[in-house]
Every structure is written in structure tokens, then in C-alpha cells.
């Protein structure tokens, strides 16, 4: 089994704010990471596939970035509506998929 | 645009088997080259793959669920079911349904919430 490492598990931040989740692969993965997010009650959204490609809709203040094992989401000039869950995901060896363990991006 | 729908009670008793159901609409199941499959997450937790049907039928299950692990395509309902069996308290989580593929997953059911509980 391919295992995702994901941290920080959680992180205090102020609207305004640069926030960086990373994610670490056990084996090589090539570019196989999406990455989701996830509020309260509601269903994960995919942002990122295939490590760096927006989802459409997706605003640019998103990005995602890496090769290989390590892997990074990026939100830039953090809004309100950006304080929620983010998972990783890879499928190097697809259809079988794991997540990373989540990341909460709180208010500081 | 696809949509899809979990079904299935929302408790179940340690030791039985925890049956869901998901229909698709908006397209057929069985005119699709895709795969579809279920995920769990437990509350509060983080999100675990269960395994996934190809519309051909073939299955592929996580490692760890596999020895309790059913998953099935039903064309003439469009509908694929899950089946687990043996539960635990450890298997209390929301269960979606979802239309995996390599660039991510956009379509997902609402989830159904299951508690595993005497």
C-alpha cells in the first residue's frame, strides 16, 4: 500500500494569510495527487488533480505543486470561505487510492 | 451530469452485515467506461477507499476491508451496492458512493451515515 503522510494535521491562520499543506508519498507517485477540500457536513471538493491542474472554478489562489513523494497545496491570501479540511489523495495505482490523514485550516 | 445516491439503514449491529446502495442517474452505469466505488469516513476522521466496480463487474477492494468486503453492479437498476460484513463499532462512519477516476473525483452521493451499535 502506497501511504500519505499529510501535515500539518492542523493550522491556526488570518484571513490574508499564506497557507502551505504538504504531503509525503512512501513510494513514488509521479504527479498522481489531487487534493480536496471539505467543510462541515458537507462532501469533499475536488481542487487540485494531477498535482498542479485546477479543477474548474477553483479560484487561482489555489495551486498545488511537487513530483515524485512530496507534494504541496498552497492557499494564497486566504479568504473566509478557505477554513476547512484539506485531504490529499493519490492514484499511482489506480483504482486502489489512500488519503492523507487531513489537514484543518482554522482561524487564528 | 451524473448524480448519485446512497440508500441503506443508518444502524447496524455488531456482527452483522452493513448493506448500502447507490443509484446513479443521469446516465447509465453500464455505458460508461468508468469505475465506481465506495469510501468511508469515520466522524471526525479522515477518508478511507473501500473499493470500487468497474462497469464491467470487476472489483478491487482495499487490503484492509477485503476479507469483509462485497461490492456489486446492478445495470437493470443502475444502481452498484456495497456489502460489509462482520461490523464493529469500528466501521461506524459516513459512507459515500463516488465515480473515481485518476484526476480526482467530482461526483459524489450525499453519504450516509451508519452506526454500527447494539
Known amino acids: 500500500d502506497i501511504q500519505m503522510t499529510q501535515s500539518p494535521s492542523s493550522v491556526s491562520a488570518s484571513v490574508g494569510d499564506t497557507v502551505t499543506i504538504t504531503c509525503r508519498a512512501s513510494?513514488?507517485?509521479?504527479?498522481?495527487v489531487a487534493w480536496y477540500q471539505q467543510k462541515p457536513g458537507t462532501v469533499p471538493k475536488l481542487l487540485v488533480f494531477?498535482?498542479?491542474n485546477l479543477q474548474t472554478g477553483v479560484p487561482s489562489r489555489f495551486s498545488g505543486s511537487g513530483s515524485g513523494t512530496n507534494f504541496s497545496l498552497t492557499i494564497s491570501s486566504l479568504q473566509p470561505e478557505d477554513f476547512a479540511t484539506y485531504f490529499c489523495?493519490?492514484?499511482?495505482?489506480?483504482?486502489?487510492?489512500?488519503f492523507g490523514g487531513g489537514t484543518k485550516v482554522g482561524i487564528k | 451530469q451524473l448524480q448519485l445516491q446512497e440508500s441503506g439503514p443508518g444502524l447496524v449491529r455488531p456482527s452483522e452485515t452493513l448493506s448500502l446502495t447507490c443509484t446513479v442517474s443521469g446516465g447509465s452505469i453500464s455505458d460508461y467506461v468508468y469505475y465506481w466505488g465506495w469510501f468511508r469516513q469515520p466522524p471526525g476522521k479522515g477518508l478511507e477507499w473501500i473499493g470500487s466496480?468497474?462497469?464491467?463487474?470487476?472489483?478491487y477492494y482495499n487490503p484492509s476491508l477485503n476479507s469483509r468486503v462485497t461490492i456489486s453492479l446492478d445495470t437493470s437498476k443502475n444502481q452498484f451496492s456495497l456489502r460489509l460484513k462482520s461490523v464493529t463499532a469500528a466501521d461506524t462512519a459516513m459512507y459515500y458512493c463516488?465515480?473515481?477516476?485518476?484526476?480526482?473525483?467530482?461526483?459524489w452521493g450525499q453519504g450516509n451515515l451508519v452506526t454500527v451499535s447494539s
Open positions: 463516488a465515480r473515481p477516476s485518476t484526476l480526482g473525483m467530482t461526483e
Open positions: 489523495q493519490q492514484s499511482n495505482r489506480f483504482p486502489a487510492l489512500t
Open positions: 466496480v468497474y462497469h464491467s463487474g470487476t472489483t
Open positions: 494531477a498535482t498542479s
Open positions: 513510494q513514488g507517485i509521479a504527479r498522481w
